[in-house]
Structures are given as structure tokens and as C-alpha cells.
């Protein structure tokens, strides 16, 4: 008798625990907090991690190292994304935080930039280093807060072939693999020579759909 009530017990407590979990939502201090851990991690990289210019774009791979998953109350997956010659280019943070609605966050570093994006239910907020630029709705429409102006799209439309825009015009594709290759895949498929302002654009939509696939 003692040892039945005492498992419905533990299956009430962790039901409560649960529950208690998914309806946390973290707040500012939380958030800084992992951002500046994440930080620190990704700093072990960011000397090997490789310039990543227009040019070296169509090099980046979906090949993966030092891949780390978590699950429990949320999930998490921490990576190094590497070229297709084997180069580090991206190191990476993904924690999903339990909640009733989607909470989540993605720490990613290339050579040049810290690009953070706080993902909600109505929004991703995305900072450029430790800069807000603006935000992706749930539509894949990129857009600076301040007056609505579009600064990309995400078009999912064909969920193989993923078309990124940097304001109207597309730039590029990113090539969702059909099937698992021995090869190292090259990720991206590009339309148009890009300046810098307009290859962070692309990269900040690009690298989210790399991370989130590659965390599905």
C-alpha cells in the first residue's frame, strides 16, 4: 500500500512540476543571463571560426561538429556549422524554454558578428551585435520596428528550396537536404552579388533557417 501511494505521489509531483515549468516564462534578467553564457561559450571559437564574406557564402555547409542536444524541461542544441571544406564558419546556441507558447532563443557567432535572435510566438527579435535591427514575423517577413520597413522575407513555400529576400529582390536560396549525404551539402545557392549591408540581411534570415533546421 505504502509503495503505490508513494508512486501516485511522484507522479503528482512531477505532473505539477510540469505544469509549473511550462507556464514560466523567463524574464529579462534570465535571458541577459544565457546570452551571456552563450557568449562565453562561443568565445572558445571565435578565433578558428573563418571570415565569412559574400564569396565564402555557397561555401557554407550544413556539416555539423561538437554537437551537443539536451531535452528535459525544454530542449537545447549547441553546435559548430562548418564549410564544405571543413572550416568552422557559425558556432551556435539554441535553448528552447518550456512555455505554453513558443519561447525560445538563438545565440550564433561568425567571425564578424554576434547575431541573437528571442524567439516568441508574435515575433523573433533579432540583435546584430548587441544592436536591435528589427524583427521576423511568423510569415517570414523581416522588418525594422521603428517604421515597418521590409528588410527581407523568408518564403517557405517550397520547403526544399527556402528563397531569402533582402528588401523586394531575391537573394538567395538556402537547399534544404532531401535525404542524409556522406558529402558535405552546400547550404546556400545565391542570386545576386551582394554588398555588405545587404549580405548581413541575408545572413541574419539564413542563419535562423539553418539553425532551426538543423535543431527541428
Not at 74 to 80: I, L, N, R, Y
Not at 199 to 216: G, P, S
Amino acid at each position: 500500500m505504502f509503495s503505490i501511494l508513494s508512486i501516485v505521489i511522484f507522479i503528482m509531483a512531477i505532473y505539477l512540476m510540469n505544469k509549473t515549468f511550462i507556464g514560466f516564462q523567463p524574464g529579462s534578467n534570465r535571458i541577459n543571463s544565457d546570452v551571456s553564457r552563450f557568449r562565453d561559450l562561443a568565445g572558445k571559437w571565435k578565433s578558428e571560426l573563418v571570415p565569412w564574406s559574400f564569396e565564402e557564402t555557397e561555401l557554407f555547409s550544413l556539416t555539423e561538429i561538437n554537437k551537443v542536444k539536451k531535452k528535459g524541461f525544454g530542449k537545447s542544441g549547441e553546435a559548430v556549422v562548418e564549410s564544405i571544406y571543413h572550416e568552422p564558419m557559425l558556432y551556435y546556441y539554441y535553448k528552447e524554454y518550456p512555455a505554453t507558447q513558443r519561447n525560445a532563443i538563438i545565440f550564433t557567432q561568425t567571425a564578424r558578428y554576434e547575431i541573437v535572435y528571442r524567439i516568441r510566438a508574435k515575433a523573433i527579435q533579432v540583435f546584430v551585435n548587441e544592436e536591435f535591427v528589427g524583427s521576423i514575423d511568423p510569415s517570414g517577413v523581416f522588418y525594422r520596428e521603428a517604421d515597418r520597413l521590409v528588410l527581407g522575407k523568408i518564403d517557405r513555400s517550397d520547403s526544399s528550396r527556402i528563397k531569402i529576400y533582402v528588401g523586394e529582390t531575391r537573394t538567395g536560396t538556402f537547399l534544404v537536404p532531401l535525404e542524409k549525404s556522406v558529402v558535405s551539402p552546400r547550404a546556400f545557392d545565391m542570386d545576386e552579388k551582394l554588398d555588405s549591408n545587404a549580405h548581413l540581411l541575408f545572413m541574419i534570415q539564413a542563419i535562423y533557417e539553418v539553425v532551426m533546421y538543423l535543431n527541428r
